[in-house]
């Protein structure tokens, strides 16, 4: 398996979460920092 994995977004990904409360944005943001430390994370 790789050991780096490249993650991209879109523009409307950007605007969809944009749109979200400050709380969702700050809970997502944790996840993917979950996701960029552990790919495998469940």
């Given at each position: ?14 605007q969809s979460y944009y ?23 469940p």
């Open positions: 398996m790789p050991e780096n994995i490249n993650h991209y977004t879109s523009y409307t990904f950007w749109k979200l409360p400050l709380k969702i944005q700050k809970i997502a943001d944790q996840k993917y920092e979950l996701l960029k430390e552990n790919y495998r994370h």
